[in-house]
């Protein structure tokens, strides 16, 4: 084996293994998030289910999942601290998981080949720009990217599997709803099957699973403080000092309330017509592609198209704390490769842009105080919307090219 491929796979794994021990530990001392799926999971064990959602603003007893995810958790929370380091190991799975389909997606989208040097190149790129990322999800053990790993699996199954592919899906959104928002995709591509079981298994893993459980009285009334905690989750948060226009959320939402508030005497107002707009540019951006049919359609621009989907969750939803930009990891990936590889210098551009915004505005580079600054004035933000920028309006060209051709 080349001294190369042997240099370029060490470092990848010692960057891999950097990750683990560093995440392991966290995971073992913090784990914020844990303490909180460890109580709620008790409390069933217990027999004291109907207090899932008794104390919301509390920083332990606080949960605002579903009493199916829960139950699900249960087996880590009997296993006492064992429990975290085999949650952990379901965690680091899960990341390998997005390394694995974000590196294949942009090879096959680029239509390059590649060595394996370069393979290891890339991938140890990948994991330094999604570093942050993943770091805050072990830091705080926080299910985003189990959820995400749950999504790809779903579309690596649509065609095959299409009720396997609906199951998974439906125990993302079980187990917190904002995976719903993939849905979408499918719909975009006609996945009916995969829709249907979707939408049924997530009824009878939210509603159906605490009415089993706990009788239909109880079962009601779980399922009813559940999407209460969800409708009122702005106010909930307020209690605890987590508000939706805080530093810490780098998506549409925080950055429009943070600069409206700056610019306007009425953020909300504002906020609506922002996301109005942008969500108007969403439907349109799609909507072509949805009157194409299926079989009309190369595998290689639905693909594209799911890798924008994954992109929008965090930008749209208001909640999504650092760790969900491993959401935009395939997207990065892609970039990567058409930096590297191809050495496109627009895309050459966007990762350094990206690199410099985003993952070297952390606290640990610059301190805390300037990361705030930044955050607030939204500078991280500039860096993903850069990113996610580039590849749209390069996708938006090849379309109206596709469309010439015709």
Known sequence: MPKTIVKSYGFYLFLLSILFVTGAFHAYRHGIDYEGYEFASLRLWNGTATALYDDPSDPVRSFY????FAFAFLPFALLGK???????????????????????????????QVEKTMKYVILSGLVLLTT???NDAFFNLNIGVLLLALILFAYDFREKKPVLSGVLLA?????????????????????????????LASVVFVVGLPIFFNGFENGMLLT????????????IWSQRGWHFDGHVFQNITGTTLRYASLLSGNPKLVLNWVVGICAGF?????????????????????????????????LFIPTSWYNLALFYS??????????????????????AVYSILYCLTTPDLVTRPINEKLCFFSIPFVGIAFLVGESLFREISASQRRSSNV
């Open 132 to 134: 942050y990322a993943i």
């Open 224 to 235: 009813s403080k559940y999407f209460y905690v969800l409708g009122h989750i702005e106010e």
């Open 171 to 199: 125990l993302a959104i079980s187990f917190k709803m904002y995976p719903a928002m993939i849905l979408g995709f499918f719909i975009w591509e006609w996945r009916w099957k995969v829709l249907l079981t979707s939408v």
């Open 282 to 314: 969403v439907i349109l951006f799609y909507f072509r592609g949805f009157l194409t049919p299926r079989t009309q359609r190369s595998k290689e621009y639905c693909e594209q198209m799911f890798i924008f989907a994954l992109a929008l969750v965090p």
């Open 82 to 112: 064992a429990g975290r380091f085999f949650f952990f190991c379901l965690f680091f799975a899960s990341y390998l998981k997005v390394l694995h389909f974000s590196f294949s997606a942009a090879i096959r989208l680029s239509r390059v």
């Open 330 to 351: 395939p997207l990065i990936a892609l970039t990567l490769v058409r930096a590297i590889v191809i050495r496109d210098r627009v895309s050459q551009v966007a990762i």
């Open 65 to 68: 999942y579903s009493y199916f």
